[in-house]
């Protein structure tokens, strides 16, 4: 009797926040970048209000309160040369996320980021993970007409990966995110960042989604589902 093979849908991960905990890096960026104009004093604590916001819309808003002078465009090139170092040298990839996407692979599933990060950002971040010998397909808002929340970085991976955006499956941890895979047609599990703030109206629309975050999610309970659903 043969036993019958799983049927796992595509799965397309974004990566910030969902399949590595960047965070730390870019605070480091941006407080490294902010110093280079005189702020000593960023914190954390200021960091984590824009948790979930774009960089150039980040830097737009810092550069007014710190009344810095020099253009947005500068301040983006210097945020991101510096997050480019740090993430090249190290990033921590959420234990949890590892485990599905080892199990996934093991499985034959077709699988890609689909990130808003740069693409030097992204190849660095999934090289220095090892993350790479499992994801080398991925694609970067760069390479789209628009980022998340519209979806044409999800739309762009399912097309890369041959298969019909219908049939995907897409991890997030934001409401830019989960707004786009939805904008696609694709189903989306949601595990939000705590300290960017859930939107209950947004992330309860998810087809699933872990409340906690990081710290509930499990690759177990994920590969169920995928399996199941």
Known sequence: MNTPRLRVPPVLF?????LVDSEPNY?????????????????????SRFIGIGTRETLTVLREEYRIEAPVDELLAG?????LELAGASTAVFPEMRALVERLH?????????????RAAIAATLAVTGLDAYLPLYVSAEEVAHGKPEPDVFLEAARRLGVAP?????LE????????????GMRCVAIPEPEAGADPEVFGKAELLFPGGQAEFTATAMFDWLSTG
């Open 79 to 83: 945020k991101n040369a510096l997050y």
């Open 166 to 170: 219908d049939t995907c499956v897409v």
């Open 173 to 184: 941890d934001a409401v830019p995110g989960v707004l786009a895979a939805h904008a696609a």
């Open 14 to 18: 974004d990566l910030d926040g969902t």
């Open 106 to 118: 093991g499985c034959g599933v077709p699988m890609a980021v689909a990130s808003g990060s740069s």
């Open 27 to 47: 605070y480091e960026a941006g407080r490294r970048l902010l110093a280079r104009h005189g702020v000593r004093d960023f914190s954390w604590e200021d960091h």
